[in-house]
């Protein structure tokens, strides 16, 4: 049975001006400057599926994030949400409903939540904007979603500073849920947290999603999260992506030579004395990127085509890659986590 399509991302670009000033310019020198953040991204999600977006810092992830849920417009592509064309800014203010059906989820659970709000304003402030209970029945919905995420109803009382970091992402993520959206973006949703925290509200977010059918699109430079919660995993480098597979798939035969560094650089989590390779060279400025593949500067496997051409994406055994080397057939076979 095929798969109902959430969101379907169409070569999304989106480009920042990082120019000095007109005057600077003209008497200082220098021409203007465009950081080329996401640069032709192309992705789609199934209902109640995790796609996962990694990447080094700086590589574009929440700068997806936030086209998808419209904190930005984007420079070019198309964004269909639900069968909305959301990338059209007449559409997207014509459609109030389907920005509600999607929250974003962010990083920090400190600067997220306003400190002077008690816990039951800020979960009951969407569910008061969008009128969708009124009386006390709001206070019964807020205590319901504080149970919902591991929390009590009494809790309603108290103020953020009273929490401690795993507890106030719990908040955040009831005050996500409070519109009941179906669709959650997450960006670095634990990456600020204690190791042990981190798997409680990954697992808590996990039960959520089968309860509620919610589709997630999650963001981590965490490999080892990422491998445990996604359904998908798109890699990206320097505004595109490089890779995307099926989770097993990507992590048990990674194709491009980008997925495979980060892969050999994971910590030896199992202890299995496998050598850690620590990720090489630094990522180019995404003002300047390489020409052709912008992986060729650290790539191992780059040659003259690498460096004139942009290597298109490929569907090779179930998985998308873009990269010559790939195409060519002259990459080694990969030899596994283990070895
Ligand atoms: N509002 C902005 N104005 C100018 N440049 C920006 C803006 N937002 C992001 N950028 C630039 O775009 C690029 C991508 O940034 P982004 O925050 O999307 O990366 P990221 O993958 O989320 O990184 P991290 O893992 O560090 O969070 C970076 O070079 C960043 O400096
Ligand atoms: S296209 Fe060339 S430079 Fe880019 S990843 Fe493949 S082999 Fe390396
Ligand atoms: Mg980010």
Known sequence: MA???????????????VSKPWLSRVLEGGGRQVVQAVDGVSFEISKGETFSLVGESGCGKSTVARLIVGLYPPTDGSIV??????????ERARHPEKQARMQMIFQDPYASLNPRWRVGDIIAEPIRFRKLLEGGAVKARVGELLEQVGLSARDAEKYPHEFSGGQRQRISIARALAGR???????????????????????????????LNLTYLFISHNLAVVSHVSTKVGVMYLGRLVEWAETRTLFNRPKHPYTRMLLDAIPDLDMSGRAR????????????????????????????????????????????????AVEEGRLPEWRGLAA
């Open 81 to 90: 949400f639900e069968g909305v064309s959301l990338s059209n800014p007449a």
């Open 181 to 211: 959206p179906d669709f959650l973006v997450c960006d670095e949703p634990t990456s600020a947290l204690d190791v042990s925290v981190q798997a409680q509200i990954l697992n808590l977010m996990k039960e959520l999603q089968a309860s």
């Open 3 to 17: 798969q109902e399509t959430v969101l379907q991302v169409d070569n999304l670009k989106r480009y920042f001006d």
């Open 277 to 324: 390779t620590p990720v090489a060279g630094e990522v180019p400025s995404p003002i300047n990127p390489p020409s052709g593949c912008t992986f060729h500067t650290r790539c191992p496997f780059a040659t003259e085509r690498c460096r004139a051409e942009v290597p298109q994406a490929l569907s090779v055994d179930g998985q998308n890659v873009a990269c010559h």
